[in-house]
C-alpha cells in the first residue's frame, strides 16, 4: 500500500521559503522534513510527518520545475507555466508598496512575486567558504569531480556545492561572449541584485584568468578581499576601463596596457632613477612614521618587487600569479618589518607621487594606472 | 459565404532548440482551418522569430466555424529531411461568433507538444467577419451563447427558461483504430485531440440548434463530458438548460451593445428558429422507455434507486394548505408538462423561481458496451440516457414535484461494463420563468392563436416575480418556503416524519434535506456548513460480459444505501439537518467498487434539530463490552456537542417548547431509510429504522455498525480557521477578502492484493482524508479561509490502484466582521448582486407584460390551442392567483421603478472607465488571470462573459524516469493545462476563468516501460471582472442607495 502519485498544482504556484532554503541547502526530502518537524510546524499547523512529506515533496519538485526557469531568469518575466508576472526587481518594490495601501488581492500576487525575486538570489547565492575553494580555477568538468573533497572540507553538501559550481558555470559561459560591462550583462542577464552581480563578475573574472588563490600563504585572505581587488582589475586594467564606448568584453585586460607596463622598468634598471626615486620618497616620509628605517632599508627591493609584478604581467602564466607575488613581494616584507596599514598606505601614495617629479621617467599615465590598482589592493590585503 | 476567419501570425518565443549544431531553430507556421492551409516565411536562425505574416484569409460555412478549431503548427525547417514539428495550437474560435463575447483573439499562446508539452509560445492575432445568413435551414447556429456557470449569469437577466437540452455525439476512437499500430504516438495523439475538438464544436451546434428552436438564445448550465468507451467508440455529451438572456443594459460594456455595426449583429437578435415545432422538441421521436423494459436491447439492467427527502413518520396536520397548493402546482406543472424532460441543469436559480425541494432523485443503468459500432447512428446512447430521464422523470412525480433541478448525468466505465447514473433534485417551480411555447414578443405577434394565452401567461411572470414567494404564500418568509414539502402529507411516497416549519408554523417539513442544489442565498441557516463525505470501497469478483454486469447491479444498491446511511450519521454528527450539493459518485473497476459521496452540511432553522446518535448492542450480558458501548457513546456525544460548536449551531431552544403542543413528536427522532428498488417499488421495502426508538440508534453488535462508528469517529475535524464545503458559498461566511487561491490536488494509491471490505473502506477514507489534511496545509497561510466547491472525483484506473482529484478554491474571509454582525450584514451583502439583478428584471418584465399584453386574462382558448392538459381547475388557479399577485404588483410597483431608474444612470462611467484602467494596468507583461471553480470572484464584478472555455489535451511520455517520475509528469501537466487555459483567456481578453472545472482526468502509466499517458478536459467561463473597489469609486451612493430599497422591499 503505497501512494503512487501525488501532486498539488496551484493557479498561482505556492511556494515555502523555509523549504526552498533547505533544498537549496542541498538537503534530501527526508531531511528536510527532519528539519522541519523540528522547526514545530507541525504543531503550529496540526499536520502529521505524512501530510509533511507530501508537501515537502511537492514542494521539491516545484523548486526542480522553477530550476529551468532560474537558469534563465531573464525568461522569467514572461513565461506562461507559473503564475508569476513582472519582471523589473524594482518595479516590484514599488508596487508591493503600493499594493499594501490598496488592494489585498495584488499584494498576494505581488509577494508572491517579490518573493520569486528573493528565490532568485537565494538560488544564486553561494557560501563565501566555497567560492573560496574554487576561485580561479578553471570551471570545468574536472573540478566539478573534486567537489566531494570540497564539500567534504566545508562542509557544504555536495548537492548544494554542485548547484553553486553550477551557477558559476553557467554565468561564466553566458558572459564570456557578451560585449559591454560585466556587471551590467550579469544583472541583465540573471536579474540579480548589484552586490551579488558583482561578486559573480569576480568569480567570472578569476575564473578567466585563473588567477592563483590556493596557495598556503594566500589563505588568509577572503573571497570578499578577492572580489574587491577583482573589482579595481576590472574597472581599471580592462579594455572596458579606458573607453566605455568601445564594444569590448570586459573580461580581459587590456593587452596594450600590459605591453605598457614593461616600460616602467626603468625605475628599477636606471641607477640613478632608483636612487632618486628613494631619495624623493624617504625627504616625504621622514618624521612622519616610526618605521622610517626600515622602509629606507628596504625601498629598493620593494620598489623592485612591484616593478617587475608590473613588467610580468604581459605575460599570461605571470598574472596568474599576481596575488602570491604581491604578497610575497611586498606584503610580506612589509609585514617583517612590522608596518601598519598606515605605514603602507603612506609609503604607498608617496612611492606613487614621487614618480611624477621624476625629470626621466616618462610613463606617468601607465604608472597611475598601475599603481592605484596596486595601492588598493595591497591595502585590502594588507591584514591578518 | 457566410463567414470569413483571418488569421495573422505575429512572432514566437522561447522556442526549443531544434538544431543542435547551430542551437537555433528555423521556424515556421501552418495555420490549417478545415482542408484549408497557409504557410509563413521560414524565419531562420531565432529561437525568437518574428513571422510578422500577412492575414491568412479563410472563406467558410458558419457551421465550419463552430465544428472546426483553427489548428496552428509550427514547424522546424529542415533542408534534408522531413520538417520537425515543434508543437501545435488549437484555437476554439467559438467565442468570436458570439458579437456579445470577444471580438478578437489576441496574445502569447503556449505552443503545446503531446510528447514534450509546452515548447515556446506564439502570438497570434484571429478574427472573424460573419454575414447575415437568412436561410432558414441553416445547420449552424452561431451567436448562441454557452455558459457552464450552473445560474444566471451576473450581467444578464433571465427572460425566460426554457428547460432542458441535450446531445450526443459518437465516433470511433483514433486510439483503437488499425491506423493507430503504424503511427507514432504522436500523431495518434494529435489525431484525438484534434477529433474531439470536432465532436465537441459539433456538440455545441447542435445544441445550439435545438436553443434556437425553443426560442431560446443561451445555454446555462452546459456541461460536456466525454465517456472514453475503449474499442467500442467515443462519446461526448452535453447537457445544459436552454434560456433567453438579456445584458443587463446599465452595463455599456464595451462595444458590444445591440446596435453594434458587425453584420453578425442581426443574426442573434431574431433567432431564426424553424417554426416547425412548438414546446421543446427534442431528437428522440419516442421517448417511452421505461425502465421495466430494459432487457430489450443487448444488455441493460436498471439499478434500485433511492429517492428521499424528509424522513419520519407520523405527521398529520396543515391540511388548510392543500387545495391552494395543489392549484399552484398544477399551474405550472402544465407548462413543464408539454416538456419532454422537465429538468434544469441550474444550481442557483433567481430568486422566486424555486418554490419548493422534494429530495434527491438518482438512477443508474449498468450498461454492456456493444463493440459493434456506427458513428453516424448514436441511438443506443440515446436510449439509454432516455431511459435513465424517464426514471427520473417518474421518480420526481413520486414525490410530487414536476421539475428536477441540480441535474447531472455522468458515467463510469471500465473495459465494456458502463454505469449511466443521473441525478438531480425533486421540485416545484414557479412559472415566473417558463412558458408554454418556444416564444418570444415577435413570435406572438405572428402567432395568433397563441398570442392571447401567452400574453396571459406572462402577466403571471412579470407578477411573480415581483413579488417572488409572495404570490402565494405570502406569509411565508422567503428564507423557508423551499423546504416545505411539495408532496401530499397524506399520501407520502415514503414512510417520513413530517414536522410544521420552525420558521413560519404554518406548513409541513421533513426532518431531513437532501439536495444537489446550491443552498438558496434566501434561506435561513443557523451557523455554518461544513463538508460531509461518505466513503466506501467494495470488492467484487471479476468477471466478464452479463455476469459482470449483473454482479455490479447486484452490488449497487447496497452501495448507496451504505453511502447514505453514512452520509445521515455524519449529518447527525455534526448536528445539521440538511444537505446542499450531493454528489454520488460510483466508480467501477475490475476488483472493486467506489463510491464517494459528498454534500455541504447546513442546519436550516426551518428544520427540526436533529436527534442524537444512540449506540445499542444487542448482547448486554458481559459487563466490559457494556462499558465500551457507553465509552463510544460518550464520545459521540462529545463530539455532537463539540461540532455544534465549531459551526456555531444554537438554534434558539425556545422553539421546541412553543412547538411542542401542535407537534407530537419527541424531541429525538428516529429516522427512516428507504432504499427503493424499480422492480419491488415503493411497498415492499424493508425498514431498517430500528423500530420507533428515539434517537437514531446503530447496534453494534454485527462488525458493519461497528466499522461504521469507526468511519464516524476517525473523521478528523478541520483545523482552526479551515472550513470546507462544495457548493459555491458558505452559509455564515460572506465578508470574503479577494483573495483567492484554485488549485487541483491528485492522488493515485496502490492497494494490495487480498484485502477485505473493512480494510479497503478504511484506506480510501483515509486516503480522502489525508488528502483534505495535506490541502488544509498547504493552505494555511490563507487562514481564516474557506475551502469552496470541494469536488472530488474517484477513479479505478487499473486493478488495485484508485484516483482521487480534487480541484477546489480557497478564497480568505475576515474573521473579525464574522464574528461581530453575524449573519445579518453579511447576508446583505452576498445577496446584494442578486437582488440588485433581480431589481432589474422585475422592472423590466413589468414593463413587458404591460405593454405587450392588452388582455392579461385572456380567453382561455388559448389553452386548449396550445395542446397542453387544460382543466378546468388550471384555469381557474391561474386566475386566482394572477389576481393575488396582481394586488402586489400594483402595491410595490412604483417603488421599483424609480429605483432602478435611478441606478441605470450613474453607473455606465465608472465601470466603463474602470474597465480601460484595468486593460491599461495589464500592460505588457503577462497580465494574471484568475480562475475559479465558482460563478463568482469575491470582491469584484464580471461585466463581461467572453465565451466558454472547453479544452482538451493529452500529454504522453516515454521517458516517465526522466521526467520525475509519475507526479513530476502529471505535476508538470497540471501546470501546463492551467498556462494555456490562462493563455487562451488572456488572448480573448479576460482576466479570469469562473466555472471552471476539470472534468476529466485519466492517467495511464506503465512504468516497466518507462511510460505514462494523460488525458485532461478542462472548462469554464472566460470573463473580464472588475474590482468592486474600483467601482465604488464612482458609484457608491447610487448603489447602496438601490439595495436598501430592494431589501426594504423583500421584507415585506
Known amino acids: ?384 | 459565404m457566410p463567414g470569413r476567419l483571418k488569421a495573422k501570425i505575429v512572432a514566437g518565443r522561447h522556442l526549443p532548440v531544434m538544431d543542435r549544431a547551430s542551437d537555433l531553430t528555423d521556424a515556421f507556421v501552418e495555420v490549417k482551418f478545415g482542408n484549408t492551409t497557409f504557410k509563413t516565411d521560414v524565419y531562420p536562425k531565432s529561437l525568437n522569430p518574428q513571422w510578422n505574416s500577412e492575414w491568412f484569409k479563410f472563406e467558410v460555412d458558419d457551421e465550419d466555424l463552430q465544428d472546426e478549431p483553427l489548428q496552428i503548427t509550427v514547424l522546424d525547417h529542415d533542408t534534408y529531411s522531413a520538417n520537425d514539428a515543434i508543437g501545435k495550437v488549437y484555437i476554439d474560435i467559438d467565442p468570436l461568433l458570439c458579437s456579445e463575447a470577444a471580438t478578437v483573439i489576441s496574445g502569447w499562446l503556449p505552443i503545446y507538444d503531446t510528447i514534450h508539452g509546452i515548447r515556446g509560445e506564439i502570438n497570434v492575432l484571429v478574427k472573424v467577419d460573419l454575414f447575415n445568413d437568412l436561410n432558414r435551414f441553416r445547420q449552424s447556429s452561431c451567436g448562441v451563447k454557452f455558459f457552464c456557470t450552473t445560474s444566471i449569469p451576473r450581467c444578464y437577466r433571465a427572460i425566460m427558461v426554457h428547460g432542458f437540452v441535450e446531445e450526443l455525439v459518437v465516433n470511433e476512437d483514433p486510439e483503437y483504430q488499425w491506423i493507430d499500430r503504424i503511427r507514432t504516438p504522436r500523431a495518434s495523439n494529435e489525431a484525438r485531440q484534434r477529433l474531439i475538438f470536432l465532436m465537441s464544436g459539433e456538440l455545441q451546434r447542435k445544441i445550439g440548434l435545438k436553443v434556437l428552436e425553443m426560442g431560446g438564445n443561451a445555454v446555462v448550465g452546459y456541461l460536456q463530458c466525454f465517456d472514453l468507451e475503449g474499442e467500442s467508440g467515443l462519446v461526448v455529451r452535453a447537457i445544459g438548460t436552454a434560456c433567453t438572456l438579456e445584458k443587463i443594459s446599465t452595463f455599456p460594456a464595451t462595444a458590444t451593445h445591440p446596435n453594434n455595426s458587425s453584420p453578425s449583429k442581426d443574426m442573434k437578435d431574431s433567432p431564426q428558429a424553424a417554426p416547425s415545432t412548438l414546446g421543446c422538441r427534442s431528437t428522440h421521436s419516442s421517448p417511452v422507455h421505461s425502465a421495466s423494459s430494459r432487457l430489450s436491447q443487448g444488455f441493460s439492467i436498471s439499478v434500485p434507486t433511492l429517492l428521499f427527502s424528509g424522513m419520519g413518520s407520523g405527521g398529520s396536520a396543515g391540511k388548510e394548505a392543500g387545495p391552494l397548493k395543489a392549484l399552484l402546482k398544477q399551474q405550472t406543472q402544465s407548462a413543464l408538462e408539454q416538456r419532454e424532460y422537465p429538468f434544469f441543469t441550474l444550481t442557483i436559480f433567481p430568486p422566486g423561481f424555486l418554490l419548493h425541494v422534494g429530495g434527491v432523485v438518482s438512477a443508474r443503468s449498468v450498461k454492456l458496451l456493444d463493440r459493434i459500432h456506427n458513428p453516424d447512428e448514436p441511438e443506443t446512447r440515446d436510449a439509454w440516457w432516455e431511459e435513465i430521464r424517464q426514471e427520473i422523470k417518474s421518480h420526481a412525480k413520486a414525490l410530487g414535484c414536476h421539475a428536477v433541478v441540480g441535474y447531472s448525468e455522468s458515467t463510469s466505465i471500465c473495459e465494456e461494463v458502463c454505469i449511466l447514473s443521473a441525478s438531480g433534485t425533486a421540485a416545484i417551480l414557479s412559472s415566473r420563468f417558463m412558458q408554454d411555447g418556444p416564444l418570444d414578443t415577435e413570435h406572438r405577434l405572428s402567432q395568433q392563436p397563441l398570442c392571447v394565452f401567452s400574453a396571459g401567461s406572462e402577466r403571471v411572470e412579470g407578477d411573480m416575480g415581483s413579488s417572488a414567494s409572495l404570490g402565494f404564500e405570502e406569509v411565508v418568509s422567503p428564507g423557508c418556503g423551499f423546504c416545505h414539502i411539495p408532496y401530499d402529507e397524506l399520501n407520502i411516497p415514503f414512510p417520513a416524519q413530517l414536522t410544521y416549519c420552525y420558521c413560519c408554523r404554518r406548513y409541513k417539513v421533513p426532518d431531513v434535506l437532501f439536495t444537489t442544489i446550491d443552498l438558496p442565498t434566501e434561506a435561513n441557516v443557523t451557523g455554518k456548513g461544513c463538508l460531509i463525505q461518505a466513503r466506501l470501497c467494495r470488492t467484487k469478483k471479476k468477471a466478464q460480459g452479463e455476469g459482470n454486469a449483473m454482479a455490479i447491479s447486484n452490488l449497487l444498491p447496497f452501495l448507496e444505501y451504505e453511502l447514505h446511511t453514512q452520509l445521515m450519521n455524519k449529518l447527525k454528527l455534526r448536528g445539521m439537518n440538511a444537505l446542499f450539493g450531493l454528489r454520488i459518485q460510483i466508480s467501477v473497476g475490475e476488483t472493486m467498487l467506489l463510491g464517494l459521496a459528498s454534500a455541504t452540511g447546513v442546519y436550516l432553522t426551518a428544520l427540526p434539530s436533529p436527534g442524537g446518535i444512540q449506540i445499542a448492542g444487542k448482547t448486554p450480558s458481559d459487563i466490559t463490552y457494556e462499558q465500551h458501548i457507553s465509552n463510544m457513546q460518550k464520545k459521540i456525544n462529545d463530539t455532537i456537542t463539540k461540532n455544534k460548536e465549531q459551526y456555531e449551531i444554537n438554534p434558539p431552544e425556545v422553539v421546541e417548547e412553543i412547538i411542542g403542543s401542535p407537534i407530537p413528536e419527541p424531541r429525538q427522532r428516529s429516522r427512516l431509510f428507504r432504499s427503493h428498488s424499480e422492480s419491488s417499488d415503493e411497498v415492499s421495502e424493508i425498514d431498517l429504522s430500528h423500530g420507533k426508538k428515539d434517537a437514531f440508534v446503530l447496534e453494534i453488535d454485527d462488525t458493519d455498525a461497528v466499522e461504521d462508528i469507526h468511519a464516524l469517529l476517525t473523521d478528523s475535524p478541520t483545523p482552526a480557521g479551515f472550513y470546507s464545503c462544495n457548493t459555491e458559498i458558505m452559509p455564515g461566511i460572506q465578508n470574503w477578502t479577494s483573495a483567492i487561491q484554485m488549485f487541483t490536488s491528485v492522488r493515485v494509491f496502490r492497494l494490495n492484493a487480498n484485502l477485505t471490505n473493512q480494510g479497503l473502506n478504511k484506506i480510501f477514507s483515509d486516503l480522502c482524508e489525508n488528502l483534505l489534511k495535506s490541502l488544509y496545509f498547504k493552505l494555511r497561510s490563507m487562514v481564516p479561509c474557506c475551502l469552496c466547491h470541494l469536488n472530488f472525483t474517484v477513479a479505478i484506473p487499473e486493478d488495485e490502484l484508485i484516483q482521487v482529484a480534487v480541484t477546489a478554491v480557497a478564497m480568505s474571509f475576515d474573521k473579525e466582521q464574522t464574528l461581530e454582525n453575524g449573519k445579518r450584514s453579511g447576508e446583505k451583502t452576498l445577496i446584494k448582486a442578486i437582488t440588485e439583478n433581480d431589481e432589474q428584471l422585475q422592472f423590466n418584465l413589468e414593463l413587458n407584460a404591460e405593454s405587450s399584453s392588452p388582455n392579461p386574462l385572456g380567453s382561455p382558448k388559448g389553452l386548449s390551442e396550445v395542446g397542453s392538459h387544460p382543466s378546468a381547475r388550471d384555469r381557474c388557479s391561474s386566475w386566482i392567483e394572477q389576481l393575488k399577485l396582481k394586488a402586489h404588483t400594483i402595491r410595490r410597483g412604483s417603488v421599483k421603478t424609480t429605483s432602478s431608474m435611478e441606478k441605470a444612470s450613474p453607473l455606465p462611467e465608472g465601470r466603463s472607465r474602470s474597465l480601460r484602467s484595468n486593460r491599461s494596468y495589464s500592460g505588457s507583461s503577462v497580465a494574471v488571470v484568475k480562475m475559479t471553480p465558482l460563478s463568482f470572484i469575491p470582491g469584484a464584478k464580471i461585466i463581461k462573459y467572453l465565451g466558454i472555455i472547453n479544452m482538451f489535451f493529452i500529454r504522453e511520455t516515454s521517458s516517465l524516469r526522466e521526467e520525475g517520475g509519475v507526479s513530476g509528469f502529471l505535476h508538470t501537466f497540471i501546470a501546463e493545462v492551467f498556462a494555456m487555459v490562462r493563455a487562451h483567456v488572456a488572448a480573448l481578453g479576460g482576466n479570469a476563468v469562473v466555472s471552471y472545472s476539470m472534468k476529466e482526468c485519466v492517467f495511464m502509466e506503465n512504468p516497466n516501460k518507462n511510460q505514462a499517458q494523460c488525458l485532461i478536459n478542462v472548462s469554464g467561463d472566460a470573463v473580464i471582472f472588475v474590482r468592486e473597489s474600483e467601482l465604488e469609486l464612482t458609484s457608491v451612493q447610487p448603489q447602496s442607495a438601490t439595495t436598501q430599497t430592494s431589501n426594504g422591499g423583500e421584507g415585506t
Not at chain 1, 139 to 152: E, F, H
Not at chain 1, 275 to 299: I, P, S, Y
Not at chain 1, 332 to 352: A, G, M, Q
Open chain 1, 1 to 384: 500500500m503505497s501512494v503512487e502519485l501525488d501532486v498539488f498544482v496551484g493557479n498561482t504556484t505556492i511556494m515555502d521559503k523555509e523549504v526552498y532554503q533547505l533544498w537549496l541547502n542541498g538537503y534530501t526530502v527526508n531531511d528536510a522534513v527532519k528539519v522541519r518537524i523540528e522547526g514545530g510546524v507541525m504543531e503550529e499547523c496540526e499536520a502529521s510527518a505524512e501530510v509533511l512529506l507530501s508537501d515537502t515533496m511537492d514542494q521539491y519538485r516545484t523548486f526542480q520545475m522553477c530550476e529551468r526557469l532560474l537558469h534563465h531568469p531573464a525568461k522569467l518575466a514572461n513565461q506562461l507555466l507559473f503564475q508569476i508576472p513582472p519582471d523589473r526587481q524594482a518595479m516590484l518594490i514599488e508596487r508591493y508598496a503600493l499594493a499594501c495601501q490598496f488592494n489585498s488581492l495584488d499584494l498576494v500576487i505581488i509577494q508572491f512575486q517579490t518573493f520569486i525575486c528573493i528565490s532568485l538570489f537565494r538560488y544564486y547565492a553561494f557560501d563565501d567558504s566555497f567560492v573560496r575553494e574554487v576561485l580561479g580555477k578553471k570551471l570545468s568538468k574536472g573540478t566539478k569531480k573534486d567537489l566531494d573533497d570540497v564539500s567534504i572540507k566545508t562542509g557544504i553538501t555536495l548537492k548544494s556545492c554542485r548547484r553553486q559550481f553550477d551557477n558559476f558555470k553557467r554565468v561564466f559561459k553566458v558572459v564570456e561572449e557578451l560585449k559591454g560591462p560585466l556587471v551590467e550583462n550579469i544583472r541583465q542577464h540573471f536579474l540579480l541584485p548589484d552586490q551579488l552581480a558583482r561578486d559573480y563578475a569576480a568569480i567570472v573574472f578569476f575564473a578567466n584568468h585563473r588567477f592563483e588563490t590556493g596557495k598556503k600563504k594566500l589563505q588568509y585572505l577572503t573571497f570578499q578581499d578577492f572580489a574587491f581587488c577583482a573589482g579595481q582589475l576590472i574597472n581599471n586594467w580592462t579594455v572596458g576601463a579606458v573607453d566605455n564606448m568601445m564594444e569590448d568584453m570586459d573580461v580581459d585586460l587590456d593587452k596594450e596596457f600590459l605591453q605598457d607596463l614593461k616600460d616602467l622598468k626603468i625605475l628599477i634598471t636606471d641607477k640613478d632613477l632608483l636612487d632618486q626615486h628613494k631619495n624623493l620618497v624617504c625627504t616625504a616620509l621622514r618624521g612622519k612614521t616610526n618605521v622610517f628605517n626600515e622602509m629606507e632599508a628596504n625601498f629598493k627591493n620593494l620598489s623592485r618587487g612591484l616593478v617587475n609584478i608590473a613588467a610580468k604581467l604581459i605575460n599570461a602564466k605571470d598574472v596568474r600569479d599576481f596575488f602570491i607575488d604581491l604578497v610575497e613581494k611586498f606584503i610580506e616584507p612589509c609585514r617583517s618589518d612590522k608596518l601598519t596599514s598606515i605605514d603602507v598606505n603612506l609609503y604607498l601614495t608617496h612611492y606613487t607621487n614621487s614618480a611624477h617629479i621624476l625629470d626621466t621617467f616618462k610613463h606617468h599615465a601607465v604608472w597611475t594606472r598601475y599603481m592605484g590598482v596596486i595601492k588598493s589592493c595591497i591595502l585590502r590585503m594588507y591584514h591578518d
